[in-house]
């Protein structure tokens, strides 16, 4: 079964940066568009960039549009999110999954990894 392992979040300044990176466990990775969501603290999940198979489009949800890049590695099963300029309104936790999301599960549910923390604060 497919695991997702989210990485890099942590505590940043407001305008900083951060890289956030997503280790899939199996080579089926790269047969799935991917994106990045986010889910801040009373909010529903989000999705806020994604690409497809071969990493050559790429859309992104307007908040983030020209400060967010997604990308992704298929040799090494990973896909990234690097953030810049980052706002207070960025702080969520993000996680990476297929789009659209739901393709795998676990117990009937909707499969998501643990995600990492974002935090933008001065």
């Known amino acids: 079964q497919v695991e997702f392992v989210e990485s890099g979040g942590g505590l940043v300044q407001p305008g900083g940066s951060l890289r956030l990176s997503c280790v899939a466990s199996?080579?089926?990775?790269?047969?799935?568009?991917m994106g990045w969501y986010r889910q801040a603290p009373g909010k529903q999940r989000e999705l806020v960039a994604d690409t497809t198979t071969g990493g050559d489009q790429k859309n992104y949800v307007g908040a983030v549009k020209g400060r967010f890049s997604i990308s992704r590695d298929n040799t090494k099963k990973t896909l990234y999110l690097q953030m810049n300029r980052l706002k207070p309104d960025d702080t969520a936790v993000y996680y990476c999954?297929?789009?659209?999301?739901?393709?795998?599960?676990?117990?009937?549910?909707?499969?998501w990894g643990q995600g990492t923390q974002v935090t933008v604060s001065s």
């Open positions: 199996t080579s089926i990775f790269s047969e799935y568009p």
């Open positions: 999954n297929t789009v659209p999301s739901g393709i795998f599960t676990r117990g009937g549910n909707e499969y």
